[in-house]
């Protein structure tokens, strides 16, 4: 047996003995002190394996089991190596200590060194007994520590679940004796074996033998590829998985009776470590823990043998993701393939993901997903490529949107409203825009806004609004496309994903409502004659009671109607909870515009608007970032409260909950701006108030459209700037620097043991757990959002948003090479839920856009003013027509202006914008035609806008087909070529077996011929006739 392995693997129950004896001999198998010491091991056993003896196919020597006897003075190792140098052996822990096996896996415990070998040999001493603490002293009269339960009932559970991974044909190394003060190491290995029958299980799509060559483009395509190429090779990365291949090689899931298809010359390497470490994590998954010295959280005084409490012992499995919320272990990764820097490191995959994906100087090149997948599994290889694709659209939307902003840039000064609102000539005389405090104004005061506003409010933003429509269905039909080329690539063509495990969570429910129904039975079967007893139906009935329990039980809508409950209520409770921040900075804007009018200095009175509106939009960014922290986090909770079945159930809800909210959250000031400020202000004498003493606000003369776009980008970039950058850099870089205070705090002692180098998992254990994907796709596709939802009034946000994904795909690269344990790598074919959400968040921005120019916007208004009241066929007189009239004395008790002369003059007229009728009509102030003219104008726009953009997305979507032609046709290729591989493999079988058949015919016949022949009747006399015979 190799030193550092847990048993004795792939032995008889008859092979088993011989090996046992084989190690006593070298004295690993065999405790001292005989037979009875090695008898009582083997009882010690019994309680650690899950099979009856008779039907293990794995015998195992416990060695916890002979600690438990107190031959060992150490607690808790597997078996530990004797080697001279370990750690120049086994590479610095990724190898185990005999230099040759591959470290797969690592879990990680902690445990108490003091107490565990005596609680260890008191158990082994009392047996069964009750619990430990109960016994008298040890010996040598030293009185026994209390001891901890919980802790012993971890490690019994340990014991367990590794003795059936020992079962299931991994092998385990355990290492204590780490630089990590209180922390074991258990390592993983995946023998040959175990890896085929596993990759045969999984239905892992392997490389046979068999290449064939890609059919590649000819004619014109064939030199246009060729030019882009050339063109494109500096900004390519020097990685070997991303140049251009010619060949590939024919895919098949793995067999272990077809393996003379796959090429295995080389068998360390044909499974790589990604597919090991996933081969490793579903039998972690698997693999279960049915037992528990005590229940978790018993303490001495409780009973533990009622009926209820041992078949919930019986039935309660845990398996590792279990294990680890229980905090039986503390971590389980996968290790990094080595270190990324250093002067002394060997080339790894990790080092050169460094090199040519997570440094930010090569942020002109594009990624090696290819590499990336290899290396982190294709879920976070999708994710990337993704963010890839994402990147490269928004190339030519920020060149449009760009193009789009110079425009109205270079237009501003002919447009005849803005130079109407800024001609002093004019003398148009405001109305206050507040009660009191506020006096009247001049609209020229107003020319800066107004000049402003045609950057982003002129008719090249409609043609943008249509483009960005266009522009998301595209990019969506390119990923499609992009997609389908990586399953090809990546031999995901045929997969499909199986259902996922039940979660730990969900099988507890199960069982409790199992329980529950069960106890009901028993209460009515309490009532019934009782039948003879039988002691074979009943120890029947006790041995399949963990699996009939809960057998045809499940979760039903009743059982989570008390959290589906919670969860309306709740959603609908945080909504509200927005809504209502939204209106007390909208109470905080009105109040600081009524403050800011009574200062006496004329610049701050002329730069009222801007002032609120900044203040008030960095108090939007500020709550806006903290609540999306709140949000997650419930989100995440009422998502455990409604105990979903699998992971990727789980998944899907979580991310529904969090989008939903954070959505809410991200855009709600921006949907009040854009569409309710200003819509329900009253008029002069009669507006309209919140809680009667605030006066709603309103736009400027320039329309909101201006404000809107200060309120888009200020939280756009605010939340790139600060949650997306800020955050990712500054939290790892304060973690690590915390990490340094304390080691720098530390003895000199244990300075110089952290100074020494680390294996592979302390390294390792020390990174951030991997956290999933979800928060990655959330901040994108909320900039999806930002970038395509109100895109008319912001044309730059496509390239703000291009500028933040520069380094966003750098920022991430790195966190994942240098700041994140290794994840699991997890199969899948595509990006999931977040497609869908995508789709739904680009048809809803053709609504909002329509909406966005039709009323936020002065679009409308213009093209009326222009085709139906203009009398020269230009804009001149658009301001006046959009301005009504009020006389002051209309004016309510108290809300009049306190300094009516604050102009130099009185003011008899002030204006103020709106439709509606002058004071001297016979209906005055009411709703002039004008407005429903305009009104019907824009619900025309709304309902045209949206179903041509809808028809031409729907046009392109189907246009381009979702899979490419040459991938289709490779697919094909590659269905053809199996066939034929197999037809001739079965030729070759039946011309093997006819040769065979004809062997056996040709060895036939010389018998045939040489074999005696059949009885004569007996001789007649010998006689004249018959000479031989005798008379």
Same mark, same amino acid.
């Given at each position: 047996?190799?030193?550092?392995?847990?048993?004795?693997?792939?032995?008889? !129950?008859?092979?088993?003995?011989?090996?046992?004896?084989?190690?006593?001999?070298?004295?690993?198998?065999?405790?001292?002190?005989?037979?009875?010491?090695?008898?009582?091991?083997?009882?010690?056993?019994?309680?650690?394996?899950?099979?009856?003896?008779?039907?293990?196919?794995?015998?195992?020597?416990?060695?916890?089991?002979?600690?438990?006897?107190?031959?060992?003075?150490?607690?808790?190792?597997?078996?530990?190596?004797?080697?001279?140098?370990?750690?120049?052996?086994?590479?610095?822990?990724?190898?185990?200590?005999?230099?040759?096996?591959?470290?797969?896996?690592?879990?990680?415990?902690?445990?108490?060194?003091?107490?565990?070998?005596?609680?260890?040999?008191?158990?082994?001493?009392?047996?069964?007994? !009750?619990?430990?603490?109960?016994?008298?002293?040890?010996?040598?009269?030293?009185?026994?520590?209390?001891?901890?339960?919980?802790?012993?009932?971890?490690?019994?559970?340990?014991?367990?679940?590794?003795?059936?991974?020992?079962?299931?044909?991994?092998?385990?190394?355990?290492?204590?004796?780490?630089?990590?003060?209180?922390?074991?190491?258990?390592?993983?290995?995946?023998?040959?074996? +175990?890896?085929?029958?596993?990759?045969?299980?999984?239905?892992?799509?392997?490389?046979?033998?068999?290449?064939?060559?890609?059919?590649?483009?000819?004619?014109?395509?064939?030199?246009?590829?060729?030019?882009?190429?050339?063109?494109?090779?500096?900004?390519?990365?020097?990685?070997?998985?991303?140049?251009?291949?010619?060949?590939?090689?024919?895919?098949?899931?793995?067999? *272990?009776?077809?393996?003379?298809?796959?090429?295995?010359?080389?068998?360390?390497?044909?499974?790589?470590?990604?597919?090991?470490?996933?081969?490793?994590?579903?039998?972690?998954?698997?693999?279960?823990?049915?037992?528990?010295?005590?229940?978790?959280?018993?303490?001495?005084?409780?009973?533990?043998?009622?009926?209820?409490?041992?078949?919930?012992?019986?039935?309660?499995?845990?398996?590792?993701?279990?294990?680890?919320?229980?905090?039986?272990?503390?971590?389980?990764?996968?290790?990094?393939?080595?270190?990324?820097?250093?002067?002394?490191?060997?080339?790894?995959?990790?080092?050169?993901?460094?090199?040519?994906?997570?440094?930010?100087?090569?942020?002109?090149?594009?990624? !090696?997903?290819?590499?990336?997948?290899?290396?982190?599994?294709?879920?976070?290889?999708?994710?990337?490529?993704?963010?890839?694709?994402?990147?490269?659209?928004?190339?030519?939307?920020?060149?449009?949107?760009?193009?789009?902003?110079?425009?109205?840039?270079?237009?501003?000064?002919? &447009?005849?409203?803005?130079?109407?609102?800024?001609?002093?000539?004019?003398?148009?005389?405001?109305?206050?825009?507040?009660?009191?405090?506020?006096?009247?104004?001049?609209?020229?005061?107003?020319?800066?806004?107004?000049?402003?506003?045609?950057?982003?409010?002129?008719?090249?933003?409609?043609?943008?609004?249509?483009?960005?429509?266009?522009?998301?269905?595209?990019?969506?039909?390119?990923?499609?496309?992009?997609?389908?080329?990586?399953?090809?690539?990546?031999?995901?063509?045929?997969?499909?994903?199986?259902?996922?495990?039940?979660?730990?969570?969900?099988?507890?429910?199960?069982?409790?409502?199992?329980?529950?129904?069960?106890?009901?039975?028993?209460?009515?079967?309490?009532?019934?004659?009782?039948?003879?007893? &039988?002691?074979?139906?009943?120890?029947?009935?006790?041995?399949?009671?963990?699996?009939?329990?809960?057998?045809?039980?499940?979760?039903?809508?009743?059982?989570?109607?008390?959290?589906?409950?919670?969860?309306?209520?709740?959603?609908?409770?945080?909504?509200?909870?927005?809504?209502?921040?939204?209106?007390? +900075?909208?109470?905080?804007?009105?109040?600081?515009?009524?403050?800011?009018?009574?200062?006496?200095?004329?610049? +701050?009175?002329?730069?009222?608007?801007?002032?609120?509106?900044?203040?008030?939009?960095?108090? &939007?960014?500020?709550?806006?970032?903290?609540?999306?922290?709140?949000?997650?986090?419930?989100?995440?909770?009422?998502?455990?409260?409604?105990?979903?079945?699998?992971?990727?159930?789980?998944?899907?809800?979580?991310?529904?909950?969090?989008?939903?909210?954070?959505?809410?959250?991200?855009?709600?000031?921006?949907?009040?701006?854009?569409?309710?400020?200003?819509?329900?202000?009253?008029?002069?004498?009669?507006? +309209?108030?919140?809680? *009667?003493?605030?006066?709603?606000?309103?736009?400027?003369?320039?329309?909101?459209?201006?404000?809107?776009?200060?309120?888009?980008?200020?939280?756009?970039?605010?939340?790139?700037?600060?949650?997306?950058?800020?955050?990712?850099?500054?939290?790892?870089?304060?973690?690590?620097?915390?990490?340094?205070?304390?080691?720098?705090?530390?003895?000199?002692?244990?300075?110089?043991?952290?100074?020494?180098?680390?294996?592979?998992?302390?390294?390792?254990?020390?990174?951030?757990?991997?956290?999933?994907?979800?928060?990655?796709?959330?901040?994108?596709?909320?900039?999806?959002?930002?970038?395509?939802?109100?895109?008319?009034?912001?044309?730059?946000?496509?390239?703000?948003?291009?500028?933040?994904?520069?380094?966003?795909?750098?920022?991430?690269?790195?966190?994942?090479?240098?700041?994140?344990?290794?994840?699991?790598?997890?199969?899948?074919?595509?990006?999931?839920?977040?497609?869908?959400?995508?789709?739904?968040?680009?048809?809803?921005?053709?609504?909002?856009?329509?909406?966005?120019?039709?009323?936020?916007?002065?679009?409308?208004?213009?093209?009326?003013?222009?085709?139906?009241?203009?009398?020269?066929?230009?804009?001149?007189?658009?301001?006046?027509?959009?301005?009504?009239?009020?006389?002051?004395?209309?004016?309510?008790?108290?809300?009049?202006?306190?300094?009516?002369?604050?102009?130099?003059?009185?003011?008899?007229?002030?204006?103020?914008?709106?439709?509606?009728?002058?004071?001297?009509?016979?209906?005055?102030?009411?709703?002039?035609?004008?407005?429903?003219?305009?009104?019907?104008?824009?619900?025309?726009?709304?309902?045209?806008?949206?179903?041509?953009?809808?028809?031409?997305?729907?046009?392109?979507?189907?246009?381009?087909?979702?899979?490419?032609?040459?991938?289709?046709?490779?697919?094909?290729?590659?269905?053809?070529?199996?066939?034929?591989?197999?037809?001739?493999?079965?030729?070759?079988?039946?011309?093997?077996?006819?040769?065979?058949?004809?062997?056996?015919?040709?060895?036939?016949?010389?018998?045939?011929?040489?074999?005696?022949?059949?009885?004569?009747?007996?001789?007649?006399?010998?006689?004249?006739?018959?000479?031989?015979?005798?008379?």
């Amino acid at each position: 047996m190799l030193e550092g392995d847990i048993g004795l693997e792939a032995l008889t !129950p008859k092979e088993a003995p011989a090996a046992e004896a084989a190690g006593a001999v070298d004295g690993e198998g065999a405790p001292p002190g005989g037979p009875g010491a090695q008898a009582a091991a083997m009882r010690v056993n019994e309680k650690y394996s899950t099979l009856p003896a008779e039907d293990r196919s794995v015998h195992i020597i416990n060695i916890c089991a002979i600690e438990d006897i107190g031959y060992l003075p150490s607690e808790g190792t597997l078996l530990n190596s004797l080697s001279v140098d370990p750690d120049a052996e086994c590479k610095y822990g990724l190898y185990f200590r005999d230099g040759k096996r591959k470290v797969d896996y690592i879990l990680v415990y902690h445990h108490k060194r003091a107490s565990g070998g005596r609680t260890l040999a008191r158990r082994a001493q009392h047996g069964d007994q !009750p619990l430990p603490g109960k016994a008298g002293p040890l010996g040598a009269g030293e009185p026994e520590p209390p001891l901890d339960y919980h802790e012993d009932d971890k490690r019994f559970r340990r014991e367990e679940y590794e003795g059936n991974l020992v079962e299931a044909g991994l092998e385990l190394e355990r290492d204590e004796d780490t630089k990590i003060h209180g922390v074991g190491f258990v390592k993983i290995h995946a023998p040959w074996n +175990v890896l085929c029958r596993e990759a045969e299980f999984l239905k892992l799509k392997m490389p046979t033998k068999k290449l064939y060559h890609i059919s590649e483009t000819r004619g014109l395509l064939k030199k246009i590829n060729s030019v882009l190429q050339k063109i494109t090779d500096p900004i390519q990365p020097k990685v070997a998985e991303h140049r251009p291949q010619t060949t590939k090689r024919l895919s098949y899931p793995f067999s *272990r009776e077809k393996q003379h298809l796959f090429d295995l010359s080389d068998k360390d390497s044909f499974f790589d470590s990604k597919t090991r470490s996933t081969i490793v994590y579903e039998i972690l998954k698997r693999t279960t823990c049915t037992k528990a010295k005590y229940s978790m959280g018993q303490g001495e005084g409780r009973k533990k043998d009622s009926a209820l409490l041992n078949k919930r012992r019986k039935c309660d499995r845990h398996g590792i993701t279990s294990l680890l919320a229980n905090g039986v272990y503390s971590a389980a990764y996968p290790l990094h393939d080595g270190d990324y820097e250093g002067d002394n490191v060997e080339f790894n995959d990790r080092k050169l993901l460094y090199e040519e994906w997570a440094s930010y100087g090569v942020f002109y090149k594009y990624q !090696p997903i290819d590499l990336v997948r290899k290396y982190f599994g294709e879920k976070i290889g999708l994710y990337f490529a993704w963010l890839g694709v994402y990147t490269q659209m928004l190339i030519p939307a920020s060149v449009v949107g760009i193009i789009v902003f110079l425009y109205g840039w270079a237009t501003v000064d002919d &447009n005849i409203p803005s130079m109407e609102m800024c001609d002093q000539r004019h003398n148009i005389t405001m109305c206050p825009l507040c009660d009191k405090t506020c006096s009247y104004w001049k609209m020229s005061s107003a020319c800066a806004t107004a000049r402003a506003s045609h950057l982003f409010d002129n008719p090249a933003t409609v043609f943008f609004s249509v483009f960005m429509a266009l522009w998301a269905a595209t990019f969506m039909e390119h990923w499609k496309r992009k997609q389908m080329r990586l399953n090809y690539r990546w031999d995901l063509t045929g997969f499909e994903e199986e259902e996922d495990h039940p979660r730990a969570e969900y099988e507890a429910r199960v069982l409790e409502k199992s329980l529950r129904k069960e106890s009901k039975n028993k209460e009515k079967r309490r009532h019934l004659p009782e039948e003879p007893t &039988n002691k074979w139906r009943q120890r029947v009935k006790t041995a399949m009671a963990g699996v009939k329990l809960t057998d045809k039980v499940k979760l039903t809508w009743r059982d989570r109607f008390p959290a589906y409950f919670t969860n309306l209520v709740s959603i609908v409770f945080m909504i509200a909870v927005t809504f209502a921040i939204v209106l007390g +900075v909208i109470i905080y804007r009105i109040s600081t515009a009524a403050a800011l009018a009574m200062n006496s200095s004329p610049s +701050v009175r002329s730069n009222i608007r801007v002032t609120v509106t900044a203040t008030a939009v960095i108090i &939007n960014l500020v709550v806006i970032i903290l609540l999306d922290e709140v949000y997650g986090c419930i989100a995440r909770w009422l998502t455990k409260i409604e105990v979903p079945k699998t992971e990727k159930s789980f998944e899907e809800r979580l991310i529904f909950k969090a989008f939903l909210l954070k959505f809410v959250n991200s855009y709600t000031p921006i949907f009040y701006v854009a569409f309710f400020k200003g819509r329900f202000v009253g008029r002069p004498g009669d507006y +309209v108030y919140i809680f *009667r003493s605030f006066r709603m606000e309103e736009c400027a003369p320039g329309g909101c459209l201006m404000e809107l776009c200060i309120q888009l980008s200020i939280i756009m970039l605010g939340k790139q700037l600060i949650q997306n950058n800020l955050f990712e850099i500054g939290i790892p870089k304060m973690k690590k620097f915390i990490r340094y205070l304390r080691l720098k705090h530390q003895s000199p002692a244990d300075h110089d043991e952290h100074a020494k180098k680390k294996q592979r998992y302390e390294v390792d254990y020390t990174l951030e757990p991997f956290a999933g994907l979800t928060p990655e796709y959330m901040e994108m596709i909320i900039q999806f959002g930002f970038v395509t939802l109100f895109v008319a009034s912001f044309p730059l946000a496509p390239l703000f948003a291009l500028l933040n994904n520069i380094i966003e795909i750098r920022l991430d690269a790195k966190k994942f090479v240098t700041e994140l344990r290794r994840p699991v790598a997890v199969r899948a074919k595509d990006i999931g839920i977040w497609y869908n959400i995508l789709r739904g968040v680009g048809k809803l921005a053709v609504i909002i856009n329509a909406f966005v120019i039709s009323f936020t916007s002065d679009f409308i208004p213009r093209l009326v003013y222009l085709y139906m009241y203009s009398e020269n066929g230009t804009m001149h007189g658009f301001v006046n027509h959009t301005l009504s009239s009020f006389n002051v004395s209309d004016f309510q008790n108290g809300t009049a202006p306190s300094d009516p002369l604050d102009l130099g003059y009185e003011v008899q007229i002030c204006r103020y914008k709106d439709y509606r009728e002058p004071p001297w009509s016979e209906h005055k102030y009411d709703i002039s035609k004008d407005f429903w003219a305009v009104l019907a104008a824009r619900l025309a726009f709304v309902i045209v806008f949206q179903n041509l953009v809808m028809f031409m997305s729907d046009f392109v979507d189907w246009v381009i087909p979702d899979i490419p032609k040459d991938i289709s046709q490779q697919i094909h290729k590659e269905k053809v070529l199996m066939v034929e591989l197999f037809m001739r493999e079965e030729q070759g079988k039946q011309q093997l077996l006819d040769t065979w058949m004809e062997k056996d015919r040709k060895k036939a016949e010389p018998c045939n011929n040489h074999s005696p022949a059949p009885a004569a009747p007996p001789p007649p006399p010998a006689g004249p006739d018959f000479p031989g015979g005798s008379l």
